[in-house]
């Protein structure tokens, strides 16, 4: 078991509708030494690609992909979810859905941050159903940027998006895969990795 599968099992909480609590170390006060190890842990992986880039997209992406730039020794650059449909030739716009949320936001990045130079790490706290990730690529590619890959920190093994996001080729690397998780014992089966 790797210190993030350790950290989720000790402080996460399952709570009804599949969804998994991490709000006391991660997406709402954050361990800023555990972060710190996710940074590393990513650069560990991706040291073989040339990054130019982190993306990510608000709120959560932002306070781990700060910590994985650090490492690369790059900029952080993420998507703002944006209402308006005021929007400007200056901006690489794409259509996201939120799980939790259950809205759609428009996300932007405005194109002086991105541009056919740059090869990208996308990097998010949660995967489920691969909408945030699939609109943050299509920006990448507006942009005519590589997408390196993409470094999620907890994936949602069930749904759908982990998969997606591989079978379009896309070298994704999750440092939890939650494959199930049960409400009533908060029991959670981990993937083997
Ligand atoms: P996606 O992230 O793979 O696109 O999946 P989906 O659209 O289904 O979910 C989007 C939002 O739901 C994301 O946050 C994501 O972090 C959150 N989410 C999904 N499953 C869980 C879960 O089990 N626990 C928690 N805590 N969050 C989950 P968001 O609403 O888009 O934005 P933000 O919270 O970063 O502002």
Do not use: W
Request: charged share 25%; with cysteine; glycine share 10%.
């Amino acid at each position: 078991m790797n210190f993030l599968e350790e950290r989720i099992l000790k402080d996460g909480i399952v709570k009804s509708g599949n969804v998994l609590k991490v709000d006391s170390f991660l997406n709402h006060q954050m361990d800023i030494s555990l972060m710190e190890e996710i940074g590393r842990e990513f650069k560990r992986r991706f040291q073989d690609k040339p990054i130019t880039k982190v993306l990510t997209i608000e709120a959560s992406g932002i306070g781990i992909a700060v910590f994985v730039a650090k490492e690369f020794g790059v900029p952080m650059v993420f998507a703002k979810k944006s209402k308006s449909i005021n929007i400007d030739g200056d901006l690489f716009v794409a259509e996201v859905e939120s799980f939790t949320h259950k809205n759609k936001n428009q996300v932007v990045v405005s194109k002086r941050f991105l541009n056919a130079d740059d090869h990208v790490l996308i990097i998010d706290d949660f995967l489920a159903n691969g909408c945030a990730l699939q609109g943050l690529i299509s920006i990448a590619e507006m942009a005519g940027a590589t997408v390196e890959g993409l470094g999620i920190v907890i994936e949602k093994g069930f749904q759908i998006g982990g998969r997606v996001i591989r079978n379009l080729g896309y070298r994704l690397e999750s440092l939890a895969i939650v494959d199930a998780m049960d409400g009533e014992t908060g029991k959670i089966t981990f993937r083997e990795q």
